[in-house]
């Protein structure tokens, strides 16, 4: 069992920066995909950024070039450095992790971490 845990979230003005973290109780994410999903207000959950077992990173065309998905060396913790933001970006941020990366990225996680809050403000 793999539970995520996120952390980071919050208020930050248009154009500002933030970072999420996603950390892994009871093991490592060796052997997982882990991604990053968001969902706005009446909104469905979509996809944001994922990184797979052997270090790949996947970035959704929307925030490419803004966020950056990484993670610690010792694979317990995943990271979103989010930078100029926008108030499209406001949402909840989800952690999931799945051993596969393509199922991973269409949403279909075995674990998902409870959410944190991104507000942004203009």
């Known amino acids: 069992q793999v539970q995520l845990v996120e952390s980071g979230g919050g208020l930050v003005q248009a154009g500002g920066s933030l970072k999420l973290s996603c950390a892994a109780s009871?093991?490592?994410?060796?052997?997982?995909?882990v991604g990053w999903f968001r969902q706005a207000p009446g909104k469905v959950r979509t996809f944001v950024a994922a990184?797979?077992?052997?270090?790949?990173?996947y970035v959704d065309s929307v925030v490419k070039g803004r966020f950056t998905i990484s993670r610690d060396k010792n694979k317990k913790a995943v990271y979103l450095q989010m930078n100029s933001v926008k108030t499209d970006d406001t949402a909840v941020y989800y952690c999931a992790a799945h051993g596969d990366t393509n199922t991973l990225r269409i949403g279909k996680a075995d674990y998902w971490g409870q959410g944190t809050q991104v507000t942004v403000s203009s």
């Open positions: 009871v093991r490592t994410f060796s052997g997982y995909a």
């Open positions: 990184i797979n077992w052997s270090g790949t990173t």
